[in-house]
């Protein structure tokens, strides 16, 4: 009996004991389950059929073709212009004469004023005054000038041009004036026509003068003139400079000139053919005034042919080379 009794108290341990040693979880804590994900809202709905597509309007119908272009084979031409019309004959009409200003103030203040308008526009006289050198050359006793003076307007002008050399208060070698009219060509060159009178060397020449200067492309200041002596001997002279500025006041300046005969002078030097060439580099600086402006430079001259044979014979130099100083002056 108390055997019995002792199994029947041990029989509920031993049971437990064989549950733990078969589930490896046995007396753990779980956390409690997650609720589960929420039903479907539309579980158990019927969806809607789609509604079916509109029918095409145009199936089943033939498009035409299109229709051909009423311009094709055509040549479109553009409007006309002023060279593609004929050139008339008829005089131009006369200029208006019924101004507004006339019926408001006196036609004869209307006519002063527009008198004064016209001048002011292109009708103004000016003059200038440019002594482009003025200066002594080293080695020698020597100076040169070469200048010129302009008076009138924009198209029609008198120019008055001269050069030389003479000895520092002593004898004058060479002196020439040219009195010219000088009518515009266009905005950079000006034909010239008048007359030119040699002083020295003697004896005297006077010479009809023809040429053209201007400004050519790349700012290069070219001239060229022929003249006619008294004599009947016909010459040339060619001339170029060209301003270089390497700042905004100092400024250099390459120059060449060129003389030419078509025939002998004996009585003045001159040569048939080239006769002489000057090429000269100055170094100007424009001071704060902007027209007077000092400057340096190197100079070389060189006669040639039958002029190189008559300066020889007189004992000149045929080739020199002199270092200048000396002014340039604007008005």
Same mark, same amino acid.
């Given at each position: 009996?108390?055997?019995?009794?002792?199994?029947?108290? /041990?029989?509920?341990?031993?049971?437990?004991?064989?549950?733990?040693? #078969?589930?490896?979880?046995?007396?753990?804590?779980?956390?409690?389950? #997650?609720?589960?994900? =929420?039903?479907?809202?539309?579980?158990?709905?019927?969806? =809607?059929?789609?509604?079916?597509?509109? =029918?095409?309007?145009?199936?089943?119908?033939?498009?035409?073709? =299109?229709?051909?272009?009423?311009?094709?084979?055509?040549?479109?031409?553009?409007?006309? $212009?002023?060279?593609?019309?004929?050139?008339?004959?008829?005089?131009?009409?006369?200029?208006?004469?019924?101004?507004?200003?006339?019926?408001?103030?006196?036609?004869?203040?209307?006519?002063?004023?527009?008198?004064?308008?016209?001048?002011?526009?292109?009708?103004? %006289?000016?003059?200038?005054?440019? /002594?482009?050198?003025?200066?002594?050359?080293?080695?020698?006793?020597?100076?040169?000038?070469?200048?010129?003076?302009?008076?009138?307007?924009?198209? &029609?002008?008198?120019?008055? $041009?001269?050069?030389?050399?003479?000895? %520092?208060?002593?004898?004058?070698?060479?002196?020439?004036?040219?009195?010219?009219?000088? !009518?515009? /060509?266009?905005?950079? *060159?000006?034909?010239?026509?008048?007359?030119?009178?040699?002083?020295?060397?003697?004896?005297?020449? %006077?010479?009809?003068?023809?040429?053209?200067?201007?400004?050519?492309?790349?700012? *290069?200041?070219?001239?060229?003139?022929? *003249?006619?002596?008294?004599?009947?001997?016909?010459?040339?002279?060619?001339?170029?400079?060209?301003?270089?500025?390497?700042?905004?006041?100092?400024?250099? #300046?390459?120059?060449?000139?060129? &003389?030419?005969?078509?025939?002998?002078?004996?009585?003045?030097?001159?040569?048939?053919?080239?006769?002489?060439?000057?090429?000269?580099?100055?170094?100007?600086?424009?001071?704060?005034? !902007? &027209?007077?402006?000092?400057?340096?430079? /190197?100079?070389?001259? !060189?006669?040639?042919?039958?002029?190189?044979?008559?300066?020889?014979?007189?004992?000149?130099?045929?080739?020199? %080379?002199?270092?200048?100083?000396?002014?340039?002056?604007?008005?």
């Amino acid at each position: 009996m108390i055997r019995s009794a002792l199994a029947l108290a /041990l029989a509920p341990t031993a049971l437990a004991s064989a549950a733990w040693a #078969q589930d490896p979880h046995a007396g753990h804590h779980m956390p409690p389950a #997650q609720p589960a994900a =929420p039903a479907d809202p539309h579980a158990g709905h019927q969806m =809607p059929a789609p509604t079916p597509a509109a =029918p095409d309007p145009h199936a089943g119908h033939v498009m035409p073709a =299109p229709s051909a272009d009423p311009h094709a084979g055509h040549v479109m031409t553009g409007p006309a $212009k002023a060279a593609d019309l004929p050139v008339g004959s008829a005089a131009p009409p006369p200029p208006p004469t019924d101004r507004l200003a006339d019926k408001v103030w006196d036609v004869r203040a209307m006519d002063r004023a527009r008198a004064i308008l016209r001048t002011e526009h292109g009708g103004m %006289t000016h003059w200038s005054l440019l /002594l482009d050198r003025a200066e002594v050359r080293g080695g020698s006793d020597e100076m040169a000038w070469q200048g010129e003076y302009r008076f009138g307007g924009d198209v &029609n002008r008198l120019v008055v $041009k001269s050069e030389g050399e003479a000895e %520092t208060g002593g004898d004058v070698h060479s002196a020439e004036v040219q009195a010219l009219w000088s !009518r515009a /060509l266009g905005p950079y *060159f000006d034909v010239q026509a008048g007359v030119r009178q040699d002083f020295e060397p003697r004896p005297r020449r %006077t010479y009809a003068a023809l040429g053209v200067e201007g400004l050519a492309p790349y700012w *290069f200041e070219v001239g060229g003139t022929l *003249f006619l002596s008294d004599e009947g001997d016909l010459s040339a002279r060619v001339e170029g400079s060209y301003d270089l500025r390497l700042t905004n006041r100092l400024i250099l #300046q390459p120059a060449v000139e060129a &003389n030419l005969a078509a025939s002998d002078d004996p009585a003045t030097g001159a040569g048939s053919g080239l006769s002489d060439v000057e090429l000269g580099l100055r170094l100007r600086y424009d001071l704060g005034l !902007r &027209n007077v402006a000092p400057y340096v430079g /190197l100079e070389w001259e !060189r006669k040639f042919g039958d002029t190189a044979d008559y300066a020889r014979a007189e004992g000149e130099h045929v080739e020199d %080379t002199r270092l200048v100083a000396g002014l340039r002056l604007f008005f």
